[in-house]
């Protein structure tokens, strides 16, 4: 099993900036791919970014790319989301989530672990 948990979630203004923290137990962190998934209210859970084990790819969502970076310490079992620039539409809670040997990111369904979420609030 892995445990994983949210933090840095928050309330900020448009055109602002967040970074998302992810803490995973349980298993060897640096074997799995490491994402993040967002829901608004009202909507499906999307996919926003996912970087891959130890080689550290990186891929995003549209909606994101140019102002999200996601990064890994695997020394620290840590993931993190850099949120800039955001966007009221950016409003959601977001999910930090693991696979092991998920390939299709953007299917939330390849993710075996999620943590609890945390919300993020970008007021206009």
């Known amino acids: 099993q892995v445990q994983l948990v949210e933090s840095g979630g928050g309330l900020v203004q448009a055109g602002g900036s967040l970074r998302l923290s992810c803490v995973a137990s349980?298993?060897?962190?640096?074997?799995?791919?490491m994402g993040w998934f967002r829901q608004a209210p009202g909507k499906e859970r999307e996919f926003v970014a996912v970087?891959?084990?130890?080689?550290?790819?990186?891929y995003y969502a549209d909606s994101v790319k140019g102002r999200f970076t996601i990064s890994r310490d695997n020394a620290k079992n840590m993931v993190y989301l850099q949120m800039n620039s955001l966007k009221p539409e950016d409003t959601a809670v977001y999910y930090c989530?693991?696979?092991?040997?998920?390939?299709?990111?953007?299917?939330?369904?390849?993710?075996?672990?999620w943590g609890q979420g945390t919300q993020v609030t970008v007021s206009s």
């Open positions: 989530t693991a696979t092991r040997y998920g390939s299709v990111w953007k299917d939330e369904n390849s993710y075996g672990y």
């Open positions: 349980g298993r060897t962190f640096s074997n799995y791919a």
């Open positions: 970087i891959r084990r130890s080689v550290g790819d990186t």
